[in-house]
C-alpha cells in the first residue's frame, strides 16, 4: 500500500488531528492509498502576518524534509497558503500537493473566473499575495470574507447553523462580481463544502479533498513535480532545519 503524508501546520493535539482527517470522507480514495495527518513539530499560534508565514513556511518543511526517507510516497500540504511547497519540492522526489494553487488551477477548468471566500478580514491579505505570485490576478473575480475568526482545531464544529448562511451570503456577493466557480480559501472549512455546493449556483472547490484526489492521481500516472523548477540545494542542511525545529519546541514546551 502507498503512503500519504498530510502535513497539518499547527502543532494540534489529538482532537484537532482528528478534525482534520475527517476531510478523507469527502471524497471517494483508492485503498491503495493511506493517509497519515502529521502536525508540525512547532510553528504559529495564528496565520495572520508576514510573521506567521515565516514561522508557517519552516515548521511545514521540517515536517516533510524526511518524507521520502520515511517510506511516505507522496506529501499533501494541509494550508491554502502553500507554504512550505517550494522548499519541499527542492529536496523531495516524491510529489508535493499543495491545495492552494490546485484549487485556483482547477476552477479555471470548470469556469472563467474564481472568488476566494476568506474567513475574516485578517486574512484577505494572504489571498491577494498568492493570486498575485501565480499570476492569476486576472482571473480572480473577488476575495470575500465571512467575519468569523478562525478556529484552527475545533474548525466550524457547533458553529454550522450560524456560519454557514454566513458563507453562502459571502460567496453569492463573489458571484455577483463575477466568480463562476468558488474556491474555499482554507481547508478548515472543508465542513461546509457539501452545504455551499447544494446552496450555490456555481462549483465549489473544496480544497483538501481536491488536493488528496490529485496526489492519488499523480502517483497513478507517474508524475511528481520538475526538478528543473525545484532545483535540489548544493549543500542541504537538513540536520541543522531539525535541529532548529526541535530547539523551538523545547522552547514552546516551557512556556
Given at each position: 500500500?502507498k503512503?500519504?503524508l498530510v502535513?497539518v501546520?499547527?502543532a494540534?493535539?489529538?482532537e484537532?488531528l482528528?478534525n482534520?482527517?475527517k476531510?478523507?470522507e469527502?471524497?471517494s480514495?483508492s485503498?491503495d492509498?493511506?493517509?497519515?495527518?502529521?502536525?508540525v513539530t512547532a510553528?504559529?499560534?495564528?496565520?495572520?502576518?508576514?510573521?506567521?508565514?515565516?514561522l508557517?513556511?519552516?515548521?511545514?518543511?521540517?515536517?516533510?524534509?524526511?518524507?521520502?526517507?520515511?517510506g511516505?510516497?507522496?506529501?499533501?500540504i494541509?494550508?491554502?497558503s502553500d507554504?512550505g511547497?517550494a522548499?519541499?519540492r527542492?529536496?523531495?522526489?516524491?510529489?508535493?500537493?499543495?491545495p492552494?494553487r490546485?484549487?485556483m488551477l482547477f476552477a479555471?477548468m470548470l469556469g472563467?473566473?474564481?472568488?476566494?471566500l476568506?474567513?475574516?478580514e485578517k486574512a484577505?491579505p494572504?489571498?491577494?499575495?498568492?493570486?498575485?505570485e501565480y499570476?492569476l490576478?486576472n482571473h480572480?473575480a473577488?476575495?470575500n470574507?465571512?467575519?468569523?475568526?478562525?478556529?484552527f482545531?475545533?474548525l466550524l464544529t457547533?458553529?454550522?447553523?450560524?456560519?454557514f448562511?454566513?458563507?453562502?451570503?459571502?460567496?453569492e456577493r463573489m458571484i455577483d462580481l463575477?466568480?463562476?466557480?468558488?474556491?474555499?480559501?482554507?481547508t478548515?472549512m472543508?465542513?461546509?463544502?457539501?452545504?455551499?455546493?447544494?446552496?450555490l449556483t456555481?462549483?465549489v472547490?473544496?480544497?483538501?479533498p481536491l488536493?488528496?484526489?490529485?496526489a492519488?492521481?499523480?502517483?497513478?500516472?507517474?508524475?511528481?513535480?520538475?526538478?528543473?523548477?525545484?532545483p535540489?540545494p548544493?549543500s542541504?542542511?537538513?540536520?541543522?532545519?531539525?535541529?532548529m525545529?526541535q530547539?523551538?519546541?523545547?522552547?514552546?514546551d516551557?512556556?
Amino acid at each position: 500500500m502507498k503512503k500519504a503524508l498530510v502535513i497539518v501546520p499547527f502543532a494540534l493535539d489529538e482532537e484537532g488531528l482528528s478534525n482534520r482527517e475527517k476531510q478523507v470522507e469527502k471524497v471517494s480514495l483508492s485503498n491503495d492509498l493511506s493517509f497519515e495527518f502529521k502536525p508540525v513539530t512547532a510553528g504559529p499560534s495564528s496565520f495572520m502576518s508576514s510573521h506567521d508565514t515565516a514561522l508557517m513556511e519552516m515548521s511545514i518543511f521540517e515536517a516533510g524534509i524526511s518524507a521520502e526517507e520515511d517510506g511516505y510516497n507522496v506529501v499533501i500540504i494541509d494550508t491554502m497558503s502553500d507554504s512550505g511547497m517550494a522548499p519541499l519540492r527542492s529536496v523531495l522526489n516524491i510529489p508535493v500537493v499543495s491545495p492552494g494553487r490546485a484549487s485556483m488551477l482547477f476552477a479555471l477548468m470548470l469556469g472563467n473566473k474564481f472568488g476566494i471566500l476568506a474567513q475574516w478580514e485578517k486574512a484577505v491579505p494572504r489571498y491577494q499575495k498568492v493570486v498575485i505570485e501565480y499570476g492569476l490576478d486576472n482571473h480572480c473575480a473577488s476575495i470575500n470574507h465571512f467575519d468569523e475568526p478562525p478556529d484552527f482545531s475545533n474548525l466550524l464544529t457547533g458553529k454550522e447553523e450560524k456560519v454557514f448562511i454566513k458563507m453562502k451570503s459571502a460567496c453569492e456577493r463573489m458571484i455577483d462580481l463575477g466568480a463562476d466557480v468558488i474556491c474555499l480559501g482554507s481547508t478548515t472549512m472543508h465542513q461546509a463544502g457539501e452545504f455551499l455546493s447544494k446552496e450555490l449556483t456555481v462549483p465549489v472547490i473544496n480544497p483538501g479533498p481536491l488536493s488528496y484526489k490529485l496526489a492519488e492521481t499523480m502517483l497513478d500516472v507517474g508524475l511528481s513535480h520538475s526538478k528543473k523548477a525545484f532545483p535540489k540545494p548544493l549543500s542541504p542542511k537538513i540536520g541543522m532545519i531539525k535541529a532548529m525545529l526541535q530547539a523551538a519546541k523545547k522552547f514552546e514546551d516551557k512556556k
